[in-house]
């Protein structure tokens, strides 16, 4: 008889109070992982160093990195708004895996998966700073993913969108009429995602059961990429 998915298993997450770190946190601790938290919101330059150090030997880094997502138009954004989201979304990301792979690469063992947006994948108006950010995301997990292939480390991410999660999708903003108009005119599954069949998925490719994958995104999204 096999054994919980992730039993055993040391895993890393960040931003774990926002974006997909709540549920995440509660499904890899039901599949038998050792969670460690990280609240630490990653924007100092040597934050992310401290943080993989402080939680020790990893199995697992699960770069969750939340940040509101402007709405201004191209023509509009300012050099501000624009180092701001690449600070929160995209200067954590390298700092963090140069963090973690020396000890994944020595053991020959260990993934990093980053939970990204398929807003990267389909255009959208009004979001060309936070799409951005999230396409550097992706670029560098392919990139990464496959240099560090050859190591037995395995490096992935996932894509989502319309995904439940109180940092984009909150309560209040489901409850609106005209939302749900927008769910069923916009994405075929014709709902949300919830949170924890996102975040089941996350826990597979975290898992052993998924060492085939290498520098892959995986689209969450109730299909909307594809329309």
Not at 41 to 59: F, K, N, Y
Not at 196 to 214: G, I, Q
Request: neutral net charge; hydrophobic residues 45%.
């Amino acid at each position: 008889m096999s054994g919980p998915l992730l039993g055993g298993k040391r895993i890393l997450v960040t931003h774990a109070d926002g974006f997909m770190g709540p549920t995440l946190c509660d499904v890899f601790r039901a599949h038998g992982a050792t969670v460690i938290e990280s609240v630490d919101p990653l924007r100092a330059p040597q934050a992310p160093a401290a943080v993989v150090a402080a939680a020790g030997e990893l199995d697992v880094l699960l770069v969750n990195l939340a940040h509101p997502a402007p709405s201004t138009a191209a023509k509009d954004v300012a050099d501000n708004e624009w180092r701001d989201t690449f600070a929160a979304l995209v200067d954590p990301l390298p700092r963090l895996v140069r963090a973690v792979l020396p000890q994944m690469i020595a053991r020959r063992a260990g993934k990093v998966l980053v939970m990204g947006s398929s807003s990267a994948l389909r255009g959208m108006k009004r979001t060309s700073t936070y799409s951005a950010a999230r396409g550097a995301q992706l670029a560098y997990v392919q990139a990464v993913g496959v240099e560090v292939a050859p190591h037995n480390v395995q490096v992935n991410a996932i894509a989502q969108n319309f995904v439940e999660n109180p940092t984009y999708f909150p309560p209040e903003v489901q409850a609106d009429p005209r939302f749900q108009e927008r769910l069923k005119r916009e994405v075929p599954l014709g709902r949300l995602v919830s949170a924890r069949e996102d975040a089941e998925f996350a826990a597979y490719l975290c898992s052993d059961a998924a060492n085939c994958f290498v520098g892959q995104v995986f689209p969450v999204c109730g299909g909307w990429v594809q329309r």
